[in-house]
Each structure stands twice: as C-alpha cells, then as structure tokens.
C-alpha cells in the first residue's frame, strides 16, 4: 500500500477537457509537490505547496493542498497535447529532504 | 550547466553480474537520491545522501549499495544483479535550503535477464 495514492491511473481526454487529479493520504505533510515526466526524461518539478488550504495557479494547471495538508488536487483547465505526461505528487513529511511519491496519473492528451 | 547526468543510459546485464550506475551534478546540492521507478509504482527511494560523507537507506535498499564519493557524485551498484532489479533508476539532487526541490537526471533504463 503507498502512502500517497494518486487517482486516476490513467486518464485519455480530447482537448480543451477539464481534467482533476488527486493525491490522497491518511497522513500529514510539511509540503506537497507536483511534478510532470515526459517519456524518457526524469519528473520535473511543476509546484510546491505548503500551508494547509493553499491554491496555487501556474497558467492553466490550478494546485490545491487540502486544509488539513493530507492531501492534494491538480485541475487542468482546457486541455491541450503538450500536458501528455505522467503526473507525480510527492510529500515531505518532515524538515528533511525526504519525499514520498505517488503512483503517478498517466494522462493522454488528444488533439 | 549540466545538471545532473547519469550513466549508462542503457544496461543489460545477467543474473549474477554487477555493475555501477554512475550520477554526477554540478548545481553544488548537498542532498543525492537514487530511486527506482516501475510502472505503476511511482518513484522509490532506494538510498540518499544527506551530505558529503553521510548515506542512508530508503524504502527499498535490499541488493544495492552506494557511495557518496565526493560533492558531485554518487554512485549506485549492484553486486549481484537479479531480475526483480529491472527498472528505470533516477538520480536525484537537492540544496537542503530549497523547500524540498528535487531535479533529477534522465535515467538508467535496466534490465536483468
């Protein structure tokens, strides 16, 4: 069982869909990051959250960190093929440099 | 800047044999990683470096070894390669000051036949 688990697993939509991935846990953390990996390359940081209820917006991604900082939310508004990746949340749990990782949401992108 | 780099990009190896995977980063980070990923399983943290001098294990540290050979590098090997080895292997850096920021190179692909 991870720590992280991360909803859907896969995701196959038309552009210009909205879309929402999650990354759910039964324990607390300090910070929670998004990254996005293209086929071949290494995860690529998109955003970090820290404070509980926090929204963050990069263009058309929107990052939620939930109140009680178990959880996270990335909504992407209007689709487009250049999103197609894999989709990691990862979390700390202390002062440390150590991160969890989700199962990563698989996301296709259809022009 | 490089970043951080990794060699081989590719490696087949037997049951039984060894090998080195070999990272190098060149953004004067502190903090080293190696994880693993398999389809499915996200990323797993097989060892890190906190410092120069100083390694730990992570989540799945069974079969491997690193060594924490100066700032820049950190290698991972495998002494006697096994099958369940197959994976893609990611090295990782971070400055311990960056709220938490991994960059990672672009991976070993590896199979163990």
């Known amino acids: 069982t991870q720590l992280l688990e991360q909803s859907p697993q896969f995701l196959s939509i038309q552009e210009g869909e909205n879309l929402t991935v999650y990354c759910n846990s039964s324990?607390?953390?300090?910070?929670l990051q998004w990254y996005r990996q293209e086929p071949g390359e290494g995860p690529v940081l998109l955003v970090t959250?820290?404070?509980?209820?926090e929204v963050k917006k990069l263009k058309r991604l929107t990052f939620q960190f939930g109140d009680a900082r178990k959880d996270s939310s990335l909504h992407i508004t209007a689709a487009q093929p250049g999103d197609t990746g894999l989709y990691l949340c990862?979390?700390?749990?202390?002062?440390?440099?150590?991160?969890?990782f989700g199962g990563g949401t698989r996301l296709m992108v259809k022009p | 800047n490089a970043g951080v780099t990794q060699t081989p990009k590719f490696q087949v190896l037997k049951t039984g044999q060894s090998m080195t995977l070999q990272c190098a980063q060149d953004m004067n980070h502190n903090s080293m990683y190696w994880y693993r990923q398999d389809p499915g399983m996200g990323l797993r943290l097989i060892y890190y470096?906190?410092?120069?001098?100083?390694?730990d294990k992570g989540e799945v540290p069974n079969g491997y070894n690193v060594s924490r050979l100066n700032k820049r590098e950190f290698s991972l090997r495998l002494e006697s390669a096994a099958p369940s080895q197959t994976s893609v292997y990611f090295c990782a850096s971070s400055a311990r000051t960056q709220g938490y920021e991994q960059f990672f190179g672009p991976g070993t692909r590896l199979t163990v036949l």
């Open positions: 959250v820290v404070t509980g209820g």
């Open positions: 324990s607390v953390f300090s910070s």
């Open positions: 470096s906190a410092s120069e001098g100083t390694t």
């Open positions: 990862a979390g700390a749990r202390n002062a440390g440099n150590m991160l969890t």
